[in-house]
């Protein structure tokens, strides 16, 4: 079967639209009506007027889809499509935290659950974390939740003293420090791009640190022509087709496994693309009371967004 083919024949008798995240198998983020990070997406889902939108990401993603377009259809091919952040924080717990921290808000980072997202005050990106932050007095008291790394990173960015809850990102946490330092050796000419996510060691080597869309546009308009990139593998796919001349070179884990290929985003395929815009499920189902509170504090990072012209 031709499931590109069908796919767009399927996304136009439908009315549907397809938004992938840049992990993406390269096959999706080709048929993919908006490709982006996750501050990206989550304003494309806000503002879809497509019947259904067929979200290429994982579940938070989806569900933060649903959450901003709640008369829309959401699919996501692959339920089982998690991430272990957001895993790193259970609602109880979390709330356990809260109660032990009276007096501060909360700024959750968006790959957390909808429950996570109805105890905080404010949801972030990785694309504008440090403008969330800081659009807060210094004298405010604050909860990052879940990435302990790039809650670390904002804290030294910024001079603040967050509370941070201990999570990881699985994937962007084992990037090994010491690889990186052997490629930056190998590769004196190469500039090293991270994802925030990675553990502050990494961080301090990197010559540019940001999202992934905030990388893929440093790698497109700076004048090196060589960059190690300390993330997941999907971004490459972009990196390579915005700036054919130039040399991206992948930080690995260790030599017997590609360990930064998301499992969680890599579950998706072109046949699980197919069949979920076909049968029209698994479908993201959600509450609405969970719709009502989660809607506040993402729609608050886009109103504090839109200001400061991070998105239009
Ligand atoms: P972005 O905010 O850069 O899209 O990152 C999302 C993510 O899951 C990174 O691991
Ligand atoms: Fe979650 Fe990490 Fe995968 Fe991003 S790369 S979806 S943070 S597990």
Redesign the pocket.
């Known amino acids: 079967m031709n499931y590109r083919e069908e796919i767009l024949k399927l996304k136009k008798d439908k009315n549907a639209v397809i938004l992938a995240?840049?992990y993406q198998i390269a096959e999706i983020q080709d048929i993919a009506d908006y490709v982006g990070?996750?501050?990206g997406l989550s304003q494309k889902a806000a503002e879809s007027e497509a019947d259904i939108i067929v979200f290429a990401g994982v579940h938070f993603m989806a569900e933060t889809a649903k959450i901003l377009s709640p008369s829309t259809k959401v699919l996501l091919p692959d339920l089982e499509a998690g991430?272990s952040l957001a895993d790193s924080c259970p609602p109880d717990e979390f709330s356990a935290f809260k109660e032990k921290h009276k007096d501060h808000i909360v700024i959750s980072y968006i790959?957390c659950s909808a429950a996570i997202k109805t105890m905080s005050d404010v949801i972030c990106?990785?694309?504008n974390a440090k403008q969330i932050v800081e659009s807060f007095p210094k004298e405010q008291n604050i909860i990052f939740a879940p990435d302990k790394n790039l809650g670390g990173y904002i804290n030294s960015i910024s001079g603040r003293n967050m509370v941070l809850w201990d999570g990881t990102?699985e994937?962007?946490d084992i990037l090994n420090t010491e690889a990186i330092i052997n490629l930056k050796i190998e590769h004196p000419d190469a500039k090293l791009v991270a994802?925030p996510?990675c553990k502050a060691q990494v961080l301090e080597l990197a010559d540019y640190v940001g999202?992934?869309?905030a990388m893929l546009n440093f790698t497109a308009y700076d004048d090196a022509k060589k960059y190690i990139v300390a993330t997941?593998t999907g971004i490459l796919h972009q990196m390579r087709k915005n700036s054919p001349e130039k040399e991206f070179i992948i930080v690995p884990t260790d030599e017997t496994c590609s360990c930064n290929d998301?499992p969680y985003m890599k579950l998706n395929t072109m046949e699980k693309l197919y069949s979920c815009m076909l049968d029209e499920k698994p479908e993201i189902i959600l509450d609405n009371n969970i719709i009502e509170m989660a809607k506040k504090p993402i729609n608050k990072m886009l109103d504090i967004s839109r200001k400061l012209n991070l998105i239009k």
């Open positions: 995240h840049y990070d996750s501050l991430c790959n990106t990785s694309g990102c994937v962007h994802h996510e999202s992934t869309t997941e998301c």
